[in-house]
């Protein structure tokens, strides 16, 4: 679980203790299992030396031709999207954090941990990428 998740199921929690208890949260559907939903995107689509952002959940990088990463295009030092990818780095806009499109490792800026690292598998031309091994 993220550090701002966590900051925002506290506040939360401490939120419904102050009304009453946990019914408040019955009623709460809000969770991390949004981003573990597999996405597909065709092997022609991810160009090499390069990547693309999937649904706005995933980047997938083809650092050299038929070598295949993905990652959750989270990035975990704000939580912005990361949008820019080449073959030696992907890139967060918000503030430059830098990471390995083969690893997902921070390479520079603010980012102290790495992109959360996706299963993929290929299936002909089609890429199916999960952050639960169901790819």
Do not use: W
């Amino acid at each position: 679980m993220s550090r701002r998740r966590m900051v925002q199921l506290s506040a939360l929690a401490g939120g419904a203790a102050s009304i009453g208890g946990t019914a408040a949260l019955s009623g709460c559907s809000g969770t991390d299992d949004d981003v573990v939903e597999p996405s597909t995107v065709a092997a022609a689509e991810v160009p090499v030396g390069s990547g693309v952002v999937v649904d706005d959940r995933y980047v997938v990088a083809q650092p050299t031709e038929g070598d295949f990463h993905a990652f959750n295009a989270i990035c975990p030092h704000q939580g912005c999207l990361v949008q820019t990818v080449t073959e030696e780095e992907i890139i967060c806009p918000c503030h430059s954090s830098r990471f390995d499109p083969k690893t997902g490792e921070p390479l520079s800026g603010p980012a102290e941990t790495g992109l959360a690292a996706a299963q993929i598998k290929q299936s002909g031309d089609e890429l199916r990428i999960s952050m639960t091994g169901d790819a």
